[in-house]
Nanobody
Framework: QVQLTESGGDLVQAGGSLRLSCAAS????????MGWFRQAPGKEREFVAA????????LTADSVKGRFTISRDNAKNTVYLQMNSLKPEDTAVYYC?????????????????WGQGTQVTVSS
């Protein structure tokens, strides 16, 4: 089985930075491409960023482009989301997702492994 565990969420001031981590455990060889999604209260879950298995290509949502960077360390079975210049509208529960194919994708239905989420709150 595969488990994804997010960490790093916190309360920060606007303009601050956070680094989220997602650690995979269990049958990690079943997880290839990884992604980050977020869900604010009362809103649908939305795509944030994704990365290929090799880490050679990434996708980022327009809303976070230039501010957020996704990366991974396969030796540690971990994917990261570096979040800089945080804005109040970035406040959400951030979810880590994985899938059994190598290509990165922004579609949540393409992912079959999900973490429980970590709360990010950005104050004004």
């Amino acid at each position: 089985q595969v488990q994804l565990t997010e960490s790093g969420g916190d309360l920060v001031q606007a303009g601050g930075s956070l680094r989220l981590s997602c650690a995979a455990s269990g049958r990690t060889f079943s997880v290839y491409a990884m992604g980050w999604f977020r869900q604010a209260p009362g809103k649908e879950r939305e795509f944030v960023a994704a990365i290929t298995y090799s880490g050679g290509s990434t996708l980022t949502a327009d809303s976070v482009k230039g501010r957020f960077t996704i990366s991974r360390d396969n030796a540690k079975n971990t994917v990261y989301l570096q979040m800089n210049s945080l804005k109040p509208e970035d406040t959400a529960v951030y979810y880590c997702a994985g899938r059994g194919l190598r290509a990165a994708t922004e579609h949540q239905y393409d992912y079959n492994y999900w973490g429980q989420g970590t709360q990010v709150t950005v104050s004004s």
